[in-house]
């Protein structure tokens, strides 16, 4: 909420308020893609996907207790090869919501696993920003797409 304040005051708003959930299993398809974890250890369980998508511009998130369709309408352009450390982002549209994932590229095939010629996969730290109406929530997940 905006209000006019004096210079000395203060204006106080309130957090974006996003409940961030597991995936259900009609959302969850097998094949190329990309999956997003609260951690390494929901990783390994496999059921406790926070993000599931299909390489193509939709994907699915759940929020505020139900599995939600999200757009994509915005992605940070691929140039070079694909390295530990390079930064990207995506940003999906779900209604008057927008949400930005800020990807960090921890593992490579190219990088650590060489001579694997059927190594498929990427794996990320991720800061997923959530924003609505002027307010913000952010979360940290790690993800991995591929094959």
């Excluded at 530990?84 to 930005?100: A, C, L």
């Amino acid at each position: 909420m905006y209000c006019h304040a004096a210079a000395d005051e203060k204006i106080e708003t309130k957090p974006l308020v996003v409940d961030v959930g597991y995936v259900t299993d009609a959302h969850i398809y097998m094949g190329c893609g990309c999956a997003y974890y609260f951690s390494d250890k929901d990783k390994e369980e496999r059921e406790k996907i926070i993000f599931k998508s299909n390489f193509e511009d939709t994907a699915w998130m759940h929020l505020n207790g139900k599995d939600v369709k999200l757009k994509r309408i915005e992605e940070s352009e691929s140039e070079g090869s694909i390295k530990k450390g390079r930064r990207s982002y995506e940003i999906y549209q779900y209604g008057d919501m927008t949400i930005k994932f800020d990807y960090l590229l921890t593992w490579t095939c190219e990088s650590d696993a060489p001579n694997d010629d059927s190594c498929e996969i990427w794996y990320y730290d991720i800061n997923i920003t959530f924003t609505q109406k002027g307010q913000h929530k952010t979360v940290k997940a790690k993800g991995e797409c591929g094959c």
